[in-house]
């Protein structure tokens, strides 16, 4: 049982480059999403899913793109990095817990650095 | 913007000595949470307190909340070396979790 599984785990890209981040979880987890954590601001959540074929926005979407084809998969992408993407990017899940505690689970990170 | 806002930033303390950091949030909960990040890795949850409770016990933790002025307590006691890390609350919401920007703690030898 691997639990949550970020890959990369470091990233190095140019401006204007795009690429995508992986997360896959094993645990059949409904609920899926990213965060990113920088320095001094905690974790702040880009998007997230509550099922497969189901995303939505969270507090910083923009330049982000995300896809939900399986329970198992949540790839991030970015369109066209920026240097204000340099962060380390976090992807948590949750069950569909009907007790409504919303624990999450948290890959080890994948920390991104544009140039 | 962040929901919940720690403090202290950074706590430095002698092992065997009580640790206490605060958290602070701007609008209603549903429950209240609090994670640990070791350097370089993801976070742990490490306990739970739903909006209609005021104090929760788990091992060395022992979390308050107190709704009326919108804050909470996690307090470590007889803190180890293994608990070095950084620590955050993260308050429910309409199903989605927003987190502080944490508490380091660094517990001395």
């Known amino acids: 049982n691997a639990g949550v599984t970020q890959t990369p785990k470091f990233q190095v890209l140019k401006t204007g480059q795009s690429m995508t981040l992986q997360c896959a979880q094993d645990m059949n987890h409904e609920y899926m999403s990213w965060y990113r954590q920088d320095p001094g601001m905690g974790l702040r959540l880009i998007h997230y899913s509550v099922g497969a074929g189901i995303t939505d926005q969270g507090e910083v979407p923009n330049g982000y793109n995300v896809s939900r084809s399986t329970t198992e998969d949540f790839p991030l992408r970015l369109l066209s990095a920026a240097p204000s993407q340099t962060s380390v990017y976090f992807c948590?899940?949750?069950?569909?817990?009907?007790?409504?505690?919303?624990?999450?689970?948290f890959g080890a990170g994948s920390r991104l650095t544009v140039l | 913007s962040q929901q919940g806002e720690e403090d202290p930033q950074a706590l430095s303390i002698q092992e065997g000595e009580n640790a206490t950091m605060n958290c602070s949030y701007k609008?209603?909960?549903?429950?209240l949470q609090w994670y640990r990040q070791n350097s370089g890795r993801g976070l742990v949850h490490l306990i739970l307190i739903r909006s209609n409770e005021r104090e929760k016990h788990s091992g060395r933790l022992r979390v308050t909340l107190d709704t009326s002025k919108k804050s909470s307590s996690l307090l470590i006691t007889a803190s180890r070396a293994a608990d070095t890390a950084s620590y955050f609350c993260a308050t429910l919401n309409d199903y989605k979790l927003s987190f502080g920007a944490g508490t380091t703690v660094t517990v001395r030898a």
């Open positions: 609008t209603s909960i549903n429950n």
């Open positions: 948590a899940s949750r069950p569909g817990d009907p007790s409504g505690a919303n624990v999450l689970t």
